[in-house]
C-alpha cells in the first residue's frame, strides 16, 4: 500500500451493477456484462444471473415454502411499500413508542369510525421460560418477574389512525428492504403485466402493482417474513426489555437490531488514550456527582435501595437486566447487531457483547476495495463483516478521498506519513420510505393529478442510496434467514436453530481472505487509528471475514 511518499495510482471506478452486494455476498453468481458483437461495452448494470441460493434451496426441497421470521428491532417500516408490503407480519408487527404496551394498526374499514382507538392484550403469552438460566441478582429476578407479570396484565392499543411509521420508519425501511425486499408486480404500457419468475418471491397483492416507479429489486431472502418491533432513542431499558421478550415470544428465527441501544453506562465508548485528560476530568465529574447525590439521600444508604426514586435510585438495575436478556436470548435466536459507524477500535453497544459462548453477532462493514468501510468500528468483539458503503477520511494515519467527485481537483491534500487509502463509491440500492419523509424525499408534484393518484413514491421516493452497519448487519441477517428458512425446508416447518448453533454456521461461512465482488483485492487491515494496527492481523478488522450466503446455506442441505 502506497504511503505518503509514494504516488498513488488512480483507477476508474469499478462497474456498478445495483444490487452488487447480493453478488457479494454470494446470495447470487452473476456474470459480468460481456463486450457486445460491434465490440462496444455492455451495460454494466445487466450482468447475467447465473444462479441463486433461493433456487437451491428450492430445488433442493421443491415442497418447502415455510419462511423464516426476522424480527427487526429499529423504527418502524413503511406497510405501503410495494417491495415490503407482502414480506411484512402486519399482525405480529408493533409499536413501542406510542404506547408503553404496544400498539398496532388496522385499515379504518376494519373497526367502527367511532372508535379510533380500542384497547387490546399483545403480551398475554408473553414467557421467559424457555430461555434457561439468565443468571440474576435477586433485585434484578424481582425487577424481571414484576415487568413481565404488568407486561402480560397490560392492554395496548389497536388504532385506526394513520399508521406512524409512515412518518420516522426511515432506517427501518431501509433496513428491512435489504434483507426481506421482494419485486413488486409491475404493469408496463402494454396490457400485458410482467411478473416475476416463480421462484424470484410470491406476488405482492391479488392484483399487478400500477406503480411505474418500481423496480424488481430483491433483499437477500425475499421468500422471508419480518415482524417490526418498533422503539424509540429514549433512555428507556423496559421499552427494549418488552421489544426483545416480544420477538423471542412470537417465534423470530432471527433478531436484527441494526443500531445501538442508548444504556448511559454500557452504551458509552471508551476515550482513545490520547484523550487521557478528558478521562480523568470525567472521572472527578462522576465522583462529585456521586458525593452530591449521597448528601441528598435520606438516609445515605438510599442510594443502593434497587427500588429507590429519584436521584437517589438504582437507576443501572434495569439497564443491567437488558444486558442479561439479551444474552440469554442470543443463546436461543441468533441477534445481529451493527458494529457502529464511529471508526473506533470498539464496537457500540450491545454489538460488544458478542462472545463465542452466546448468539450475538456483530457485523463491521466493507468495501469492494477489500478495506474497512472508512466509518465501521471494528476490534476484538467483531464476528464477521459485510458489504456496505464507504466514508471519506482525513487523519495524520490515513486518508481516503473521494476521487470521483467532480471538485477532487480543486482539492490540495499532503497524506505526510499516513497511508492512501481508495475510496469506494460503491453504496447499498434498498427500499426507501415513500413521500417527503424518506431519505430520498422528493414528490412529484404532478402525482395528485397523474393516475395511480395515491402514489407517494413518485419522485424516486421508493428507493435510496443506503450504507453503514446497519446496512451490513442487515444482509448478514437476510443470511441468517435464508440458513433458518433452509433448516426449515430440510427438518419441518417447526424445525429451529439456535443462537449459537445459526451463528456457527454463519462464522464458517465466511473468508478473511476474501475479495469483495466485484473488487478483487483481498481483504487488507488498515491502519485507522494507529500506524501499527494492521499488525493486530484481519480478525481484528473482519473478524472471521466476508459472509458467504451459499456456503452457509449448503452447510445446511448439502449439495
Same mark, same amino acid.
Given at each position: 500500500m502506497p504511503n505518503g511518499n509514494q504516488p498513488f495510482s488512480f483507477e476508474a471506478p469499478l462497474p456498478y451493477y445495483y444490487l452488487w452486494h447480493l453478488a457479494a455476498l454470494g446470495v447470487i453468481t452473476a456474470t459480468p456484462p460481456q463486450p457486445r458483437p460491434d465490440g462496444t461495452a455492455a451495460d454494466p448494470a445487466s450482468p447475467t444471473i447465473d444462479g441463486t441460493v433461493w433456487d437451491a434451496i428450492a430445488h433442493k426441497f421443491p415442497a418447502a415454502d415455510t419462511p423464516a421470521t426476522i424480527a427487526l428491532i429499529d423504527v418502524g417500516v413503511s406497510r405501503s411499500h410495494p417491495n415490503l408490503k407482502s414480506r411484512l407480519d402486519m399482525v405480529k408487527s408493533i409499536d413501542l413508542v406510542s404506547h408503553p404496551y404496544g400498539a398496532k394498526t388496522v385499515a379504518a374499514q376494519a373497526a367502527s369510525p367511532f372508535d379510533p382507538e380500542v384497547k387490546q392484550a399483545f403480551f398475554a403469552g408473553l414467557s421467559s421460560s424457555g430461555l434457561g438460566s439468565m443468571s440474576l441478582t435477586a433485585p434484578e429476578t424481582n425487577y424481571f418477574d414484576s415487568l413481565v407479570a404488568e407486561l402480560k396484565a397490560s392492554e395496548g392499543v389497536l388504532r385506526t389512525l394513520i399508521e406512524g411509521d409512515e412518518t420516522f420508519g426511515t432506517h427501518g425501511t431501509a433496513v428491512a428492504g435489504l434483507a426481506v425486499g421482494e419485486p413488486a408486480v409491475v404493469i408496463p404500457p402494454d396490457p400485458t403485466p410482467v411478473l416475476p419468475e416463480t421462484l424470484l418471491g410470491e406476488l405482492s397483492g391479488p392484483a399487478p402493482n400500477p406503480n411505474r416507479n418500481t423496480v424488481p429489486f430483491f433483499g437477500v431472502d425475499p421468500f422471508s417474513k419480518l415482524i417490526s418491533i418498533r422503539t424509540g432513542f429514549e433512555q428507556n431499558p423496559d421499552q427494549f426489555i418488552a421489544a426483545f421478550l416480544y420477538a423471542f415470544t412470537n417465534g423470530a428465527d432471527v433478531i436484527l437490531l441494526p443500531r445501538g441501544i442508548p444504556d448511559p453506562v454500557r452504551g458509552a465508548l471508551n476515550p482513545k488514550p490520547e484523550l487521557s485528560q478528558g478521562l480523568d476530568d470525567r472521572a472527578n465529574w462522576e465522583r462529585a456527582d456521586l458525593f452530591a447525590r449521597l448528601e441528598e439521600a435520606t438516609p445515605p444508604s438510599a442510594e443502593l435501595r434497587p427500588y429507590a426514586v429519584g436521584k437517589t435510585a438504582n437507576r443501572d438495575l434495569a439497564w443491567g437486566v437488558l444486558a442479561k436478556l439479551i444474552v440469554a436470548v442470543s443463546k436461543k435466536v441468533p441477534i445481529v447487531c451493527a458494529a457502529g459507524n464511529d471508526g473506533e477500535s470498539q464496537l457500540i453497544y450491545p454489538a460488544n457483547l458478542a462472545a463465542g459462548t452466546n448468539g450475538i453477532i456483530s457485523v463491521g462493514a466493507v468495501t469492494p476495495h477489500g478495506f474497512r468501510s472508512g466509518y465501521s468500528n471494528y476490534g476484538a468483539k467483531l464476528t464477521l463483516v459485510a458489504p456496505s458503503d464507504d466514508f471519506e477520511i482525513y487523519t495524520r494515519h490515513q486518508t481516503r478521498i473521494d476521487r470521483t467527485d467532480p471538485t477532487i481537483e480543486h482539492h490540495h491534500y499532503d497524506p505526510g506519513k499516513g497511508q492512501v487509502i481508495p475510496h469506494s463509491h460503491f453504496g447499498l440500492l434498498t427500499t426507501d420510505l415513500p413521500g417527503t419523509f424518506g431519505y430520498a424525499g422528493g414528490a412529484d408534484p404532478y402525482s395528485a393529478i397523474l393516475p395511480p393518484y395515491d402514489n407517494p413514491g413518485i419522485g424516486g421516493g421508493y428507493y435510496t442510496a443506503f450504507?453503514?452497519?446497519?446496512?451490513?448487519? $442487515?444482509?448478514?441477517?437476510?443470511?441468517?434467514?435464508?440458513?433458518?428458512? $433452509?433448516? /426449515?425446508? /430440510?427438518? #419441518?416447518?417447526?424445525?429451529?436453530?439456535? #443462537?449459537?448453533?445459526?451463528?456457527?454456521?454463519?462464522?464458517?461461512a465466511c473468508d478473511e481472505n476474501a475479495a469483495v465482488k466485484p473488487g478483487t483485492t483481498p481483504l487488507t487491515p488498515d491502519p485507522m487509528n494507529s500506524d501499527n494496527e494492521p499488525s493486530k492481523g484481519k480478525a481484528y478488522f473482519f473478524g472471521a471475514g466476508l459472509l458467504n450466503a451459499g456456503k452457509a446455506v449448503k452447510a445446511v442441505i448439502g449439495n
Open positions: 450504507g453503514g452497519t446497519s446496512g451490513a448487519a $442487515a444482509l448478514v441477517a437476510g443470511v441468517a434467514a435464508l440458513v433458518a428458512r $433452509a433448516n /426449515k425446508a /430440510k427438518n #419441518g416447518p417447526t424445525a429451529r436453530l439456535d #443462537g449459537v448453533a445459526a451463528k456457527g454456521i454463519l462464522v464458517a
